[in-house]
């Protein structure tokens, strides 16, 4: 409503067990591998349900922002930028 956008979005990077949290651009604002007591992620919907986030934002039909996400997970797993764009 009013032109409002979503001002964050939560990402659980495919395979990983990381979330990382950003903004439109694909910034990363926040990043974590949440664990349980037992050191797993935590249930939250479950490993099928976060493969399932993924795979949404994975096949968005906007490229570009695809594309910044996986750098954005590769950036949160990784390191820097550039031990990412290593990584590869």
């Known amino acids: 409503q009013f032109g409002a956008r979503t001002a964050f979005k939560l990402v659980w990077c495919r395979g990983t067990g990381f979330a990382a949290l950003l903004d439109d651009y694909a910034n990363v604002l926040s990043h974590g591998k949440p664990t349980s007591a037992r050191g797993e992620p935590p ?35 990784y390191g820097s930028k550039a031990e990412a764009a290593e990584a590869e």
């Open 43 to 77: 249930a939250m919907g479950g490993a099928r349900a976060r493969e399932q986030s993924w795979r949404v934002l994975d096949e968005s039909k906007n490229a570009s922002w695809a594309s910044r996400w996986r750098a954005a997970c590769d950036e949160v797993q």
